[in-house]
């Protein structure tokens, strides 16, 4: 009788660690997918606004992030735009998250149907920041309004010259936890 307890025990704690070792992977799955749609949606985008540009009125920086009268999820123009954006069902900045094709990834019913309305898949947020960082070092974040003068080793940058480094966190957030917990974390740069 010990001996088949032991076993079915072991049996137990077995299924227990394979449930958990299952959801963390589904989890990290799905994370990763959402990040990478936001690099997809984010390829196509100039790196600043195609109309306005960035520029600097005296050492104020203008044309970073979304500009005035860019409201909505289609408005988004370029990269800086991304620039503080978060996708998330309730409580972002534009509901979410998205596809690559800035549509709202539905949750899917037990019966494989989509509601109606589409209802954002629950828990999960991805948030961007587009940070310039400089071309020798891209650990090192400069301000929007920093342009690069000119020196005996160094060459001018523009302010609209120098690389951006995006990165979209994705969170997940389940009905009994209390804050969102980072699952993913991709980041890319962006050359001029």
């Known amino acids: 009788m010990i001996i088949v307890s032991v076993g079915i025990m072991a049996f137990v704690d077995a299924q227990s660690a ?3 070792s299952n959801n963390w992977s589904s989890q990290s799955a799905t994370a990763m997918f959402l990040a990478n749609e936001i690099r997809e949606m984010s390829r196509s985008l100039p790196r600043h606004d195609p109309v306005t540009g960035l520029t600097l009125s005296g050492t104020t920086a203008v044309g970073w992030g979304r500009e005035a009268g860019e409201s909505t999820v289609a408005d988004i123009d370029d990269l800086d735009d991304l620039d503080g954006v978060t996708f998330v069902a309730s409580d972002g900045t534009f509901a979410g998250p998205v596809d690559a094709t800035r549509t709202v990834i539905p949750q899917i019913n037990d019966d494989g149907t989509v509601p109606d309305p589409v209802v954002p898949i629950r828990g999960w ?5 587009v940070q ?4 020798y070092n891209f650990a090192t974040v400069r301000a929007s309004n920093w342009q690069q003068v000119a020196s005996t080793t ?7 010259g120098f690389p951006l480094r995006v990165t979209v966190v994705v969170s997940y957030k389940g009905n009994l936890d209390a804050t969102p917990a980072e699952v993913a974390r991709v980041t890319w740069v962006v050359h001029p």
């Open 18 to 20: 394979f449930y958990t």
């Open 154 to 160: 160094d060459a001018f940058i523009p302010v609209n």
């Open 132 to 135: 310039k960082v400089d071309p």
């Open 125 to 129: 947020s991805q948030s961007i920041a």
